[in-house]
């Protein structure tokens, strides 16, 4: 025996190896365990499965969860079960599940995406959200931008999320909104070796998590990019609609066109392009310069049969709220900026209203989008 004090990692490693697997080995002993972050009284942790093995495992991952929560010192436990060897994502719509869907008291689920990271994705999800809420909807957001998690900074959030009963997280509340953050539930630096399988579990598994109750609209900031992890979360997950946000230059553009793209592969209807950082205003003079050029989102919409939602001007003033946690739209909905926001929301709800009735611009798309 160690003449050593027990500290918090021995106490973890020791309640896994008291894990008894469904085969009847011992949980820690088995090699599947993986990714172990002890920071603090933050536990996270992977258990390696094969895709078969999910719902046989479901018991495991609660016991872990359980008995960890249990540890004297522990604040917060995120176990998820993980298959590298995930199956393909099917380009083919789901079939409805029989279980009880968790989202079940959630009208719409939308997701907001771009192609690349940095075009002001998060900011504009949390002042979209703001405006939605502005205009007497309830409304969440689900920060999903695992690599990358900013909803913490843009609504000023602190401290950890309470458990609602038992198992489930409940959801922050930030300027009349619910929010839940990745970044709330797992270190950056251990989200960022996490390959695409385990992303994919933990975001899954992070929505089916957290109570959120009857919303009108929950907007899931998703992780930029248009990979594998992308199309099964967006698969995944019972979307009724995908806004694609992109700056005007043309590379981004392209990103933004293969965004549209996947979506369409899985049925998603793409409620329409916002273009952020469209021009910029001087914050001396006031006069707005077009700097990446004029009108390319708009016409790249309209040439991909996409709705147009707008343009957010590039501002000092909103980048300077948005860091310190008191987004514009919270400060003023009803000034300059809040009501760009507020009039894209309302572009955004009419096209989903659309597309409910089957009549959605996006179910006609045409044309190469690759
Ligand atoms: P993403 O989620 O796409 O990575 P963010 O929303 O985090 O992007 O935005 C990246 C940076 O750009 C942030 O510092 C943000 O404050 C700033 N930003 C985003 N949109 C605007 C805008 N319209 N005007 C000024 N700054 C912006």
Known sequence: MSAHPSTLDDDVRAALDGVTLPDGTGLGASGRVTGLSVTGGRISLS???EAQE???FKTTRDMVETRLRALPGVTSVFAVLTSERAAPPKLSPLTPKAKPDPLAGIRHVIAVASGKGGVGKSTTTVNLALALRAQGLTVGILDADI????????LGLHGKPGMADGRKLKPMQAFGLK???MGLLVDAETAMVWRGPMVMSAITQMMADVDWGALDVLLVD????TGDAQLAL???????GAVIVSTPQDLSLIDARRGITMFR????????IIENMSHFICPDCGSSHAIFGQGGAEQEAARLGVPYLGAVPLTQALRVASDA????????PDGPLGQIYQQIARAMMAGLNAAGAGQSPALKLTGDLT
């Open 147 to 154: 690599y990358g998690p900013s909803l913490p900074t843009l």
């Open 54 to 56: 999910a719902a046989a």
């Open 222 to 225: 998703m992780p930029p990019g």
């Open 179 to 181: 929010a839940m953050s």
């Open 47 to 49: 258990i390696q499965i």
């Open 234 to 240: 967006a698969q995944g997950t019972k979307l009724a």
């Open 325 to 332: 946690g008191q987004p514009i739209t919270a400060r003023a």
């Open 265 to 272: 592969k899985v049925d998603v209807p793409i409620l329409g």
